[in-house]
Each structure stands twice: as C-alpha cells, then as structure tokens.
C-alpha cells in the first residue's frame, strides 16, 4: 500500500527502533510507496511512511533491495556532496558521504548479510541509514 509523506522534523529527528519479522509489511508499503516516487525518489527509510524502525528500501543498480537493521560498519573515500529528500521540504543540502561503505543488514527472513557497497549506490545507503538514525541532511 502507497503510504503518505511524512514531513514533520520532530518525528523524522526521532531514532528508529530495531525492525522484527512484525513489520515485513511496513517493507511492503515502503517498497509500494518508494516505487510510486520513482520518478524522483532512489530511497526510503521507515520514518517516511510514518513507522520508526528501522527500514530502508531503494534502487540497488536497478532492481529494489529492502534491508531490515542496516548498520555501516565501515567507511572510507569521504567527499562532500549534496542531497534532497522527499520528506524534506526545499532544495538541495550540503552532506558528507563516504565512497566505499561496508553494510551490516537483516534480509526479509531476517539472516544477517555483509556487503560492501560503492558508489551511488553507497550514498544512497548512507542517506536512508541517517534517516533510521534520526539524522536530517
């Protein structure tokens, strides 16, 4: 199910809670309702659809990936860059992102995985983590 947006800075500044096998649906609506954004969206966290666990689901060199409890154990290569979100309102904003990041995450039978990601993909990771961790660009 398509959720709605949530915009407001004081639930989005909250840290998310530990996702469990309970909340494979709210992945099914972050999945929908990322995949209705498309045209201008790469990635979600759970707080945007208004549920604080922590979720992400986003475009992993084209096909959709959904990671339950992603934690980034790892990080080199920093640059800065900036970044929009659908849940903020405005333009772009000055962050710090790193280019090679290494991912601890839960998949949808919740089995751990450990994966290092590159690049835009890795940024992408990056913003949606800041999310779960109640951080806003």
Not at 4 to 32: M, Y
Not at 41 to 69: H, L, P, Q, T
Not at 103 to 108: C, D, I, P, S
Request: aromatic residues 8%; proline residues 4%.
């Amino acid at each position: 199910m398509v959720r709605e947006l949530i915009h407001d800075p004081v639930f989005l500044g909250g840290r998310s809670e530990s996702a469990t096998k309970e909340d494979l649906a709210v992945a099914e609506d972050l999945l929908d309702t990322l995949a209705a954004h498309r045209e201008n969206c790469v990635g979600m966290a759970a707080n945007m659809i208004g549920v604080r666990k922590r979720i992400i689901a986003f475009d992993n060199e084209g096909s959709y990936m959904v990671m339950f409890n992603p934690e980034i154990c790892k990080a080199s290569g920093p640059y800065e860059t900036q970044e929009s979100c659908l849940s903020l309102l405005g333009g772009p904003r000055p962050c710090k992102r790193y280019q090679t990041i290494k991912v601890r995450w839960q998949n949808e039978d919740f089995q751990t995985r450990i994966k290092t990601f590159t690049g835009w993909t890795a940024q992408i990771i990056q913003h949606e983590v800041d999310h779960c961790d109640g951080i806003r660009i």
